[in-house]
């Protein structure tokens, strides 16, 4: 599989039923965006989500992101990455992550192990995983979610690379020296078109609120250089304006071409409507469609 680039679109498939998925994937397709990226939190299962995405789709990637490591064992990924991308002629890509302790030990009752020695032995083990010889591929297109440079460091090792996901331009340039410069670098941008800035607010605080609570993230923007009092409570603007981008389509266009400059091959955006409604906002993914 190539390596992905230009602008990618990550979507919360979970808030969307059937019809909706896939006027999604077309829609994205439609748009001329390379990748669909998508999440796992306990509603759709990532791998059977990616099937139906694939289904209503003719040349599009589809990319988990990300895969919970601790929802199916390893030969279960090594066999559902494979059948995939033999069924759907090499695009899925397969985004592996450690999640977080509430995902894991609290939603599944597994123990919460440490992250970079947990996933560097999940995927030894799909490197070994006994799979049909008739639908194996021993060259898989793996990303891991990483925001530390010990998983980064893996990333580029053992596996093409890697989606880190609340991050800065600044994160992006970090990145890409720990990783070196073949190594996928697939970085998630949240924007809000609009040009309202109590909007914009609502919307960063809303959108932002989840991941505030989640040490792996707060840990990686305290290395970014905010404190703990901008990632605390209602936030400060500094913090959700880095989070969330928003403005016209030119402020915008800035921080995406401020990710590429900084080592970035892909940039996935994920497009926030400002009415607060669920799914992406199709008026942006228009406004920066890389069919023009």
């Known amino acids: 599989m190539r390596k992905p680039s230009g602008l990618g679109v990550w979507a919360r498939t979970n808030v969307l039923d059937r019809d909706q998925l896939a006027e999604l994937a077309e829609t994205v397709e439609h748009f001329g965006y390379q990748t669909l990226w998508y999440p796992e939190s306990l509603s759709y299962e990532a791998l059977v989500v990616a099937g139906y995405l694939l289904s209503n789709t003719q040349d599009l990637i589809v990319a988990s992101g990300i895969a919970n490591i601790y929802a199916r064992d390893a030969v279960t990924a090594a066999q559902g990455y494979d059948s995939l991308n033999r069924l759907y002629g090499g695009r899925f890509v397969l985004g592996l992550g450690v999640s977080h302790i509430p995902l894991v030990e609290g939603a599944r009752g597994h123990s919460y192990g440490k992250p ?17 010889p008739t ?38 340039a970090e990145a890409r ?60 603007t500094r913090f959700l304006d880095a989070m969330v981008v928003w403005g016209n389509e030119e402020v915008i266009q ?39």
């Open 177 to 236: 020296k720990v990783m070196g410069p073949e190594a996928w670098l697939c970085v998630e941008q949240k924007i809000c078109l609009t040009e309202d800035e109590g909007v914009a607010r609502a919307v960063q605080r809303e959108q932002m609120a989840p991941y505030m609570t989640m040490n792996n993230y707060r840990n990686n923007w305290f290395r970014l250089g905010f404190t703990e009092e901008e990632v605390t409570g209602k936030a400060s």
């Open 116 to 132: 970079v020695t947990t996933m560097r032995q999940y995927l030894r083990d799909m490197v070994s995983a006994q799979i049909d």
């Open 254 to 292: 800035d921080c995406i071409d401020a990710h590429f400059k900084a080592g970035a091959d892909q940039v996935v955006i994920q497009a926030f409507r400002p009415d607060g409604g669920l799914g992406p906002d199709l008026a942006a993914l228009n406004a920066f469609s890389p069919n023009g």
């Open 135 to 172: 639908i194996k591929f021993d060259d898989r297109a793996i990303v891991l979610a990483a925001l530390g440079p010990k998983m980064l460091e893996l990333a580029s090792v053992s596996a093409k690379g890697a989606l880190p996901y609340c991050v800065t331009p600044d994160h992006t």
